[in-house]
């Protein structure tokens, strides 16, 4: 029980404090040391198959470091007589691990400029969220970019991370933001990190395959609570979910799109090239600004669905 009012209390503390920005951030820390090991490691004329061993050290190194350092703070805090201390310990840590409100604020920053007719500030803010190019998109192109952002971080910026805490605590919490920042940074299909990034990219795949499939519920859970298209989200989800590159993004943003009747995928541009991503949903609705408050309302709802699911569970 007390690890689950751990994980409500790092909620809490993110709901009311945020991300801070600081060079201090275990995340940042966490990029600091995949960079370090990657300096260290990466050679441009090694082989596929050097790369791909050294990118699979590299990935054990930082999983093994992240993991020990989270068992040594659950060690060191299980060792404090208060248990209200332990619990704060843990939750300040845990809370760094999600991002719930950081998310939130950046897509409702968007919404905001789109309302106030501030497109080409909106594109620029959403190309700080998106890795597409955003220079020329317009208002429903902006909206569904950041819908799709939100819906599909909302697997492994929030319920990835509280659903490894669930299993293992913090260490397993931990060791997961580090294998989710290893991607991000890694995880590409370009001729740098096509071979060296792709024990991090499998291995992401692999740590997001039951919270992805766990958020799809969330989120059908999310649209019965919001009053949005429950059935549809849920046909949308058997009919959509394969469809995305990824086999994981695809359940988020099937369901998502299918609770508030909209399409997502289309043609995105990545350094002036354009590439066609599968749709997922119907255009039932038109894209627009109002659908980013529905997603963050969804992602809300279905990380305090899965804090109150887990709390009855222990």
Known sequence: M???????AAF????????????FHPVVLIGNLISLLEKILRRELDSPSQKIFKGG???????????SVGYGIE????????????????ALVLSFMI?????????????????????????????????????NLNEAEVARATVETV????????????????????????AYRAINTMDSMLGYKNEKYLHFGRVAARLDDVANFIPAR?????????????????????????????????PNGGWAEATVAG????????????????????????PNEILEAAHILGTIRMMYTATILFLICALLTV
Request: hydrophobic residues 45%; without cysteine.
């Open 214 to 246: 766990l958020t799809a519920i969330l989120f059908l859970g999310s649209a019965g609570l919001l009053g949005l298209d429950v059935r549809n989200a849920f046909n949308m989800m058997k009919r959509d979910a394969s469809k995305h590159p990824s």
């Open 12 to 23: 809490l503390i993110d709901a009311l404090i945020g991300d801070p920005r600081s060079k």
């Open 151 to 174: 819906a599909e971080n909302t697997v492994d910026g929030i319920i990835s991370p509280l659903f490894y805490f669930a299993v293992g605590g913090l260490p397993l919490a931990v």
């Open 57 to 67: 050290l590299l990935v054990t190194t930082v999983v093994a470091i992240s993991f």
């Open 99 to 135: 991002s719930p409100r950081s998310l939130g604020d950046a897509a409702q920053e968007i919404y905001s400029l789109l309302e106030t007719e501030n497109l080409s500030e909106a594109r620029r803010k959403v190309g700080w969220i998106v890795g597409r190019d955003t220079q």
């Open 259 to 282: 609770a508030l009747n909209i399409r997502l995928g289309g043609t995105n541009y990545y350094f002036g090239q354009p590439h066609f991503r599968a749709y997922m949903g119907d």
């Open 75 to 90: 060690f060191l805090s299980q060792k404090i007589p208060s248990l209200t201390a332990q619990i704060f310990i843990q």
């Open 2 to 8: 007390s690890q689950m009012i751990t994980a409500v």
